[in-house]
């Protein structure tokens, strides 16, 4: 009995939609072959992917029991008719693959096959897999129907359209992991920009506090009470950099309060002086808040760990339709040019990144002797 549905193109229609339904290259391949073999009613379909290296990157089979598909064993290597598939990029149509002198003997658990359709699929000149198709279900009891012309044709729009959807679902696949690798840089400088600083201020307060244990014992427990909160506040951001949350004080306060108040904290967590202005700012879109505090905090981090700076100020501004944070300090200044760009500093990179995600720009001048003034820049405001 025929499984073909009443009308050929809606049968066709339903395999090319079927195709076009997946995103995944797995699903695509599974897809084609079950299709593939529902429209030409025949009983055993398969697809192979080559490699490079003479073999099948992936080989997909319809009408095979995972357990017949386990006994017959490795993949195929691209030989006989199945190399020829691959090499030749022209269908070959035959009433017994047995026959063919480039037939070469099946694997013990192997299906016996007779009638035989194959297809490359080809993208422009690559083939980029090929389609085999064996056993015409027969409506005669005695057999021996065979692919017709007209599967052939049917076969090779199937097989056109295959082509599309597994283009489409390889371009799918590299885009997700693009997106993957960026999400990651991400992390990683959110994890830098947000924990690291508070871990880093969490030491000197508990250097501090270990400082003043046996001359001050009551100032030692005001560091201490300092030490648990950094720490608890460590975890909020550890936390909110992994669920990608924004600071949670910016929600609840703004940009400006938020600034203020963790530059209060500094400022009496350090040596040097840390100063706050700012005037005339208007909310900005969330991202922009977001980003202008992570680059003042690092901004902020850079000048107290190694400018030896006794003065750091940082301002908020509006200029027109911008808003501008600076952070300068009159420390012993470096030279910006010669940072090293990739390993272990990630602070600056990560600071222009930020601005340009949120359509800003970062400025960092500074020369030896001469401090250094951090400068970013958003169009929004
Ligand atoms: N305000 C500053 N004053 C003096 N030197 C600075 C200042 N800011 C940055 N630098 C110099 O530039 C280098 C690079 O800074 P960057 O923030 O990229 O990396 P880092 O602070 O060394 O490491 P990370 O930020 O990844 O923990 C610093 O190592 C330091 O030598
Ligand atoms: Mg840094």
């Known amino acids: 009995m025929s499984h073909r549905p009443a009308s050929g193109l809606a049968a066709v229609s339903a395999a090319l939609l079927a195709m076009s339904r997946h995103l995944e290259v797995g699903d695509v391949l599974k897809t084609i ?18 490699d490079d290296h003479g073999g099948f990157a992936q080989f997909v089979v319809d009408g095979v029991s995972d357990e017949q598909w386990k006994a017959i064993g490795p993949l195929p290597r691209q030989h006989g008719i199945l190399a020829a598939m691959l090499h030749q990029a022209r269908p070959e149509r035959l009433a017994d693959v047995r026959e063919d002198p480039r037939f070469g003997g099946w694997p013990d658990a ?8 194959g297809l490359p699929i080809t993208d422009g000149d690559e083939i980029i897999g090929a389609l085999f198709l064996a056993n015409k279900q027969c409506p005669k009891p005695e057999g021996g129907c065979g692919f017709t012309a007209e599967d052939e044709e049917l076969l090779a729009t199937l097989a056109q359209h295959a082509a599309i959807a597994l283009t489409n679902a390889r371009l799918y696949e590299r885009s997700r992991e693009l997106t993957i690798a960026e999400e990651r840089t991400r992390l990683a400088h959110e994890l830098h920009d947000a924990v690291s600083q508070k871990l880093f201020s969490l030491r000197l307060t508990a250097q501090a ?138 602070g600056l990179v990560s600071m222009r990144h930020r601005a340009k995600s949120v359509g800003g720009r970062l400025t960092v001048v500074s020369e030896p002797g001469e401090g250094a003034t951090i400068e970013m820049e958003v169009p929004g405001g």
């Open 33 to 50: 072959v079950a299709s593939a073999r529902d429209l030409l009613d025949a009983q055993y379909a398969a697809l192979g992917v080559p």
């Open 110 to 117: 192997h299906p016996d096959m007779s009638d035989f359709l």
């Open 209 to 346: 506090a270990a400082a003043l244990v046996d001359r001050d014992p009551d100032r030692a427990k005001g560091e201490l009470h300092q030490v648990a909160n950094l720490a608890a506040e460590a975890v909020d951001e550890l936390r909110a950099a992994v669920v990608e949350l924004r600071p949670a004080a910016l929600d609840e306060d703004g940009l400006v309060a938020t600034l203020r108040t963790q530059i209060q904290v500094l400022d009496r967590a350090h040596d040097a002086s840390v100063t706050f202005g700012s005037s005339g700012v208007r909310a900005l879109p969330a991202s922009q808040e977001e980003a202008l505090l992570r680059v003042a905090q690092e901004a902020l981090h850079n000048a107290l760990r190694h400018s030896g700076a006794a003065h750091v100020r940082v301002t908020l501004t509006r200029d027109g339709p911008a808003t501008v944070l600076r952070v300068t300090d009159d420390g012993g200044g470096f030279d910006p040019t010669a940072v090293r760009r990739a390993g272990r500093h990630l």
